[in-house]
């Protein structure tokens, strides 16, 4: 009773009508999208720096409160751009695609780096956003080192799809309070980033248990993935701070 | 089509009350059908994202009914689950879209579950049960009142894995402090999936006992 033809144009009309719906909803929530993705950011960046009350609502004018400088760094540690005006979301360093420049890193080519600089309670926080790789898909976050870029203050880790109450645990305050008062340098200034030990800090001599922090088990994938992105990313930055130290 | 009439029938008709509130008990698309087990274990471990998930389902079934049973009569049998996928995807779509847009942080919680409601068997089984043979304004009745039933049990499962793996109810302490001081313990085995399993377990144990006309002979 229905030849092919009205089969065919029956299908290719619904497609049509269904693909052309879908595209002007991607295209009028875009913005909004855009919007919860950039407080999103901001947020990891200020819960990093341990301003703890940051959450949706507020992220945007505390992030202009607490953010003062927003650096964009060539390899060398040179300072390409310096931007402290407001609205800080505009800065270049903010729109700088980590994804992209960690790329260009591995491939020996050219790169950007981001730096932010926070002001909290008269201290200067030195914060850096970090991106890798865990099991399943990326992995990001963000650390925050104190003026002479040696103990850590925090941290915060996002992941895209790390398999939940496994991999997933590195977003959950136990992982993450770990990090804080850990340091990234040794007393004779050699860099040591912070390694995530399988089996717990306890298996590390007693002079680098400062440098390390337990892995998570049952994830060792996953904690390698964040060990590796500590390293790789902090590693980006020493040149500058060779020099700024 | 044994539903259509001549004669108009009036919006909330007892029959059509009937299709709301059918789901809820004697119909209920997971204890009774079970339906939608998978995403029912996996959302249901804190109230809020069990409620979003809940209108999710509720809206994408409702609107999917609705849809197919305005084409109904022009949907060739041979593609009809092709026809019906569709729908449903660009619903989901739909929603996963507007979820990100405007409630960001249950969106990040339900990641892929919303997703997986192209999957849920509840959809693909009202579509072919109920939506292809009947109007459109009882079709629509039939997929809220089958996204309630869902959503009921939902609630009812993440209610009790909440208060007993996590002590709050929608993200407020409920279970006090002295309690805690007393060597109460949170039970970590409620936050995971098999006790989801075993508590719907219980709610079709204790719905059969008070409704003896579903266990099965």
Redesign the interface.
């Given at each position: 009773m229905?030849t092919n033809r009205?089969?065919f144009t029956?299908?290719a009309v619904?497609?049509i009508v269904?693909a052309a719906?879908?595209s002007l909803?991607?295209m009028l929530?875009k913005p909004?999208?855009e919007r919860?993705l950039t407080?999103?950011k901001m947020r990891g960046i200020l819960t990093s720096a341990q301003v703890t009350q940051a959450n949706?609502g507020n992220a945007i004018p505390l992030f202009n409160k607490y953010i003062v400088k927003e650096l964009v760094l060539d390899p060398k540690g040179n300072v390409l751009n310096t931007y402290s005006k407001s609205p800080k979301e505009d800065a270049p360093a903010f729109k700088i695609d980590l994804k992209k420049e960690y790329y260009n890193k591995s491939q020996n080519k050219p790169y950007k780096l981001p730096l932010y600089i926070a002001d909290k309670d008269g201290k200067t926080i030195y914060i850096i956003p970090m991106r890798g790789t865990g099991l399943w898909g990326p992995i990001w976050g963000n650390i925050a080192l104190t003026s002479d870029f040696k103990t850590v203050i925090g941290v915060f880790f996002g992941d895209a799809?790390e398999t939940p109450?496994l991999g997933g645990e590195i977003t959950k305050p136990k992982f993450l309070n770990q990090f804080a008062k850990k340091t990234i340098f040794d007393d004779n200034g050699n860099f040591t980033s912070i390694k995530v030990v399988k089996g717990g800090v306890i298996k590390l001599p007693e002079a680098q248990r400062i440098h390390g922090v337990d892995a998570l088990s049952g994830a060792t994938l996953t904690s390698n993935g964040v060990n590796d992105m500590l390293h790789n990313v902090l590693e980006s930055y020493l040149p500058y701070i060779k020099n700024h130290r | 089509m044994s539903t259509e009439k001549t004669e108009r029938e009036a919006i909330f008709s007892p029959k059509n009350i009937k299709l709301l509130t059918g789901p809820l008990n004697m119909s209920n698309p997971i204890t009774v059908q079970i339906l939608g087990i998978c995403s029912a274990l996996a959302v249901t471990v804190k109230m809020k994202p069990a409620i979003v998930m809940a209108l999710a389902l509720m809206v994408v079934t409702a609107f999917s009914n609705l849809v197919i049973s305005f084409l109904r009569n022009g949907i060739p049998p041979r593609i009809r689950i092709i026809v019906q996928l569709v729908v449903v995807a660009t619903l989901v779509i739909l929603v996963d879209q507007l979820l990100k847009a405007f409630v960001f942080d249950v969106s990040k919680q339900l990641s892929v579950y919303v997703g997986l409601i192209i999957t849920n068997c509840i959809i693909m089984g009202r579509l072919e049960a109920f939506a292809m043979a009947n109007k459109p304004w009882p079709a629509f009745l039939d997929g809220i009142g089958n996204g309630m039933g869902y959503g009921l049990i939902l609630i009812i499962v993440a209610f009790f894995r909440e208060l007993l793996g996590s002590g709050t109810l929608l993200g407020f302490q409920v279970i006090p402090q002295s309690l805690y001081n007393a060597g109460y313990v949170n039970n970590g085995m409620m936050i995971l999936p098999p006790m989801a399993l075993i508590t719907i377990g219980v709610i079709i144990w204790v719905q059969r006992y008070y409704n003896r006309s579903l266990i099965e002979k």
């Open positions: 229905y009205y089969i029956y299908a619904l497609v269904a719906l879908l909803a991607a929530l909004f999208q919860n407080i999103e949706a799809s109450g | -």
